[in-house]
C-alpha cells in the first residue's frame, strides 16, 4: 500500500492541530508534528491536542525530534533528522514497540539509518520547498530510482517515503520509482480546499 504521510504546517490562519485536522478529515491516517523551532513546553500541549485528533480518526501520530518527549506522551512514534538523536540511541531509550523514521538525502544515509535499526526513511527532497531550512541537494525522480535500485542491490527492506514540495500531479510519477510513499505539507494546505485536496490525494494514491 502506498501511504500519504501528513507533516503539520501552520500559517497565518490555520494552526498546527488545524492543519492535522484538515489532513485527518481528508483521509490521511499518518500525522507528524513537527515544530523545530520551539521549546518542549510549547511543544507538548499541542502533541496532546493533535494526538488526540489522531486517536479519534484512528490514525498514527509521530512527532518531529524530541524523544523525550515521544515517550512521555507515548506517542506511536518518531520521525529523526540529520542533526536529531542518533536512531540506535533513540531506540534504546524508546525500546521496541516505537516506530522510529529517519531522515535521507544519499544511499550512505540509508545504510546508516538502516544498520542503526530505523523503521522508515523519509528521503528528500524530491524538488526544492520553503518548509524546511538547509535543504539538503535536491532528488528528483532520477535520484529516487538511483537510490532505490542500490537499496535493492543491497538487500535493504526499509520502506521509503518520499518528501519534499510535493504535490498531486507527482503521485504517478514518484509511485512508478518504487516507494512506499509520500510525506506532504505546504501543498495541502495552500490549496483552495484543503481537506478535497488531501481527499483527491488519497484518491491517486489508491488508483
Given at each position: 500500500?502506498?501511504?500519504?504521510?501528513?507533516?503539520?504546517?501552520?500559517?497565518?490562519?490555520?494552526?498546527?492541530?488545524?492543519?492535522?485536522?484538515?489532513?485527518?478529515?481528508?483521509?490521511?491516517?499518518?500525522?507528524?508534528?513537527?515544530?523545530?523551532?520551539?521549546?518542549?513546553?510549547?511543544?507538548?500541549?499541542?502533541?496532546?491536542?493533535?494526538?488526540?485528533?489522531?486517536r479519534?480518526?484512528?490514525?498514527?501520530?509521530?512527532?518531529?525530534?524530541?524523544?523525550?518527549?515521544?515517550?512521555?506522551?507515548?506517542?506511536?512514534?518518531?520521525?529523526?533528522?540529520?542533526?536529531?538523536?542518533?536512531?540506535?540511541?533513540?531506540?534504546?531509550?524508546?525500546g521496541?514497540?516505537?516506530?522510529?523514521?529517519?531522515?535521507?538525502?544519499?544511499?550512505?544515509?540509508?545504510?546508516?539509518?538502516?544498520?542503526?535499526?530505523?523503521?522508515?526513511?523519509?528521503?528528500?527532497?524530491?524538488r526544492?520547498?520553503?518548509?524546511?531550512?538547509?535543504?539538503?541537494?535536491?532528488l528528483?525522480?532520477?535520484?529516487?530510482?538511483?537510490?532505490?535500485?542500490?537499496?535493492?542491490?543491497?538487500?535493504i527492506?526499509?520502506?521509503?517515503?518520499?518528501?519534499?514540495?510535493?504535490?498531486?500531479?507527482?503521485?504517478?510519477?514518484?509511485?512508478?520509482?518504487?516507494?512506499?510513499?509520500?510525506?506532504?505539507?505546504?501543498?495541502?494546505?495552500?490549496?483552495?480546499?484543503?481537506?478535497?485536496?488531501?481527499e483527491?490525494?488519497?484518491?491517486?494514491?489508491q488508483?
Open positions: 500500500m502506498f501511504q500519504v504521510q501528513f507533516i503539520t504546517h501552520y500559517t497565518e490562519t490555520i494552526s498546527y492541530p488545524q492543519s492535522a485536522r484538515i489532513a485527518l478529515e481528508g483521509g490521511c491516517r499518518w500525522i507528524q508534528l513537527r515544530m523545530k523551532d520551539a521549546t518542549d513546553e510549547e511543544v507538548e500541549p499541542v502533541a496532546r491536542e493533535v494526538q488526540a485528533l489522531c479519534d480518526f484512528g490514525a498514527y501520530f509521530v512527532l518531529d525530534d524530541r524523544v523525550e518527549l515521544v515517550k512521555r506522551l507515548h506517542t506511536d512514534g518518531v520521525h529523526l533528522g540529520k542533526f536529531d538523536m542518533p536512531v540506535d540511541e533513540a531506540r534504546a531509550y524508546l521496541p514497540e516505537f516506530i522510529i523514521g529517519g531522515t535521507a538525502n544519499t544511499f550512505e544515509d540509508i545504510l546508516r539509518l538502516h544498520r542503526a535499526g530505523a523503521d522508515y526513511i523519509g528521503c528528500g527532497p524530491f526544492y520547498t520553503t518548509t524546511k531550512k538547509n535543504l539538503a541537494p535536491i528528483g525522480l532520477e535520484g529516487y530510482t538511483r537510490i532505490l535500485a542500490q537499496m535493492d542491490e543491497a538487500g527492506r526499509l520502506p521509503v517515503v518520499g518528501i519534499g514540495g510535493i504535490g498531486a500531479d507527482d503521485i504517478p510519477a514518484l509511485r512508478a520509482t518504487g516507494l512506499n510513499g509520500i510525506a506532504l505539507s505546504s501543498s495541502i494546505l495552500r490549496a483552495e480546499d484543503p481537506v478535497r485536496e488531501m483527491r490525494i488519497i484518491r491517486l494514491t488508483q
